[in-house]
Every structure is written in C-alpha cells, then in structure tokens.
T-cell receptor
Framework: AQKITQTQPGMFVQEKEAVTLDCTYDTSDPSYGLFWYKQPSSGEMIFLIYQGSYDQQNATEGRYSLNFQKARKSANLVISASQLGDSAMYFCAMREGLGGANFGNEKLTFGTGTRLTIIP | DTAVSQTPKYLVTQMGNDKSIKCEQNLGHDTMYWYKQDSKKFLKIMFSYNNKELIINETVPNRFSPKSPDKAHLNLHINSLELGDSAVYFC?????????????????FGPGTRLTVL
C-alpha cells in the first residue's frame, strides 16, 4: 500500500480563492510527522508546514494551514487567498518514528505531488 | 546566506564517467540526506548520515558512494554513470529533537543538482 497518497495530479484555481490539496497517509507507527513542501518551476524544495502526530491543534503558517484528521489519516493542505506565486508542485511527505537512539533514520516518504496552477 | 548548498547545479556527462556532487549545510544540523527525484517528479531517499555515520542506505546501487568528511558536508560520488542515473539529486539536512513522546524535525533541502547522462 502507498504510504502517502495524493489523489489530485493537477488543480486549477482562480486567484484569491482558497484551495485544498489532499493527502492521505498510512502508518501503524504512533509517532510520525507530516510535511508539505512546495516545488516551483525553478526546482527548489521549499518547506511549508509541519504537523506532528501528537500535536493537538492543526498547524498554521501564514496563509497555509494543515487540516489534520488523525482518525481518517488525512493531512490536507489549505492555502487561503491564493496568489499567482502559489503555482507550483506541492508534495506531502511523512516521517515515521523519531527518538531515542534512532536519530538519522528520519527519512521522508513522499507522495506523487499535485501540480497547482493559479489562474488570474 | 544559503542554508543548504549544492554544487554543481547542472551536470551533463557521458555514460561511463565518474562524477561527484557536493553538499554543505550551515544550519548546524546533525543529519544530512540524499534524495533522488526522477523524471516523473517522484522523490525517494537514497542515504542519510548522522554525525558522519551512515544510517540509511536505501537499496542504491553500489556505484553510488556517499562520503561525509564532517557533519556539515555530505558528498555523493557516482561511478560508471548510466542513462538511468539522469535525475535531480537533492541534499537535505535536519536536526531531530525528541521530548516526552513528541518529536519534531524538519528537513531543509538544497537547490538540487540536475544530472543528465548522455
């Protein structure tokens, strides 16, 4: 089974509208982290937001928020008031297990990405 | 100042050659990684190092050899390059913390190196 599933290969959204990018995950580990990264056409990977499995509240960072529904194993990214500069690939990623003598083993497993295009 | 830097940004070479990609981070992190992004944009872990010690080696051909001279540097050497090695290679670093059942870490990526094997 896929550990991270992003079901929307591409999305087109009107500028200034809010957009939700879907991400579901699969793990039996009680300790995990969920991340969203943005990859613009220039190619770099930009960290957007993080949600830990034990965090009680949904993470927010400026216009980005993470709609974390633990029971449903979903971690959707919400971008409010979209801008032209938001056009990019967006990747959801998960890190399983953390702590003790296990440092260095925090590999990220990525989804296949969603290409978001903001229309003026 | 760039937090995670990679050189070169572009690398074009012939099949069979040997090449290296260098990575440096100035974030003071203990852990560094190499990821490969294929032509379909799929990202996959290759290696991780923690304090110069190899931790993850994710079924990568032994033509790929990472080397970490110190915890701020992680280089990737590739022998006998093949057409299928063409990809974007990303270096990343993180500093994991663990406190009372909850951990936090974020991996910061370098700008990537686009390798093209002809």
């Amino acid at each position: 089974a896929q550990k991270i599933t992003q079901t929307q290969p591409g999305m087109f959204v009107q500028e200034k509208e809010a957009v939700t990018l879907d991400c579901t995950y699969d793990t039996s580990d009680p300790s995990y982290g969920l991340f969203w990264y943005k990859q613009p056409s220039s190619g770099e990977m930009i960290f957007l937001i993080y949600q830990g499995s034990y965090d009680q509240q949904n993470a927010t960072e400026g216009r980005y928020s993470l709609n974390f529904q633990k029971a449903r194993k979903s971690a959707n990214l919400v971008i409010s008031a979209s801008q032209l500069g938001d056009s990019a690939m967006y990747f959801c990623a998960m890190r399983e297990g953390l702590g003790g003598a296990n440092f260095g083993n925090e590999k990220l497993t990525f989804g296949t990405g969603t290409r978001l295009t903001i229309i003026p | 100042d760039t937090a995670v830097s990679q050189t070169p940004k572009y690398l074009v070479t012939q099949m069979g050659n040997d090449k290296s990609i260098k990575c440096e981070q100035n974030l003071g992190h203990d852990t560094m990684y190499w990821y490969k992004q294929d032509s379909k944009k799929f990202l996959k872990i290759m290696f991780s190092y923690n304090n110069k010690e190899l931790i993850i080696n994710e079924t990568v051909p032994n033509r790929f050899s990472p080397k970490s001279p110190d915890k701020a540097h992680l280089n990737l050497h590739i022998n006998s390059l093949e057409l299928g090695d063409s990809a974007v290679y990303f270096c990343a670093s993180s500093q994991a913390t663990w406190a009372g059942g909850a951990g936090t870490d974020t991996q910061y990526f370098g700008p990537g190196t686009r390798l093209t094997v002809l």
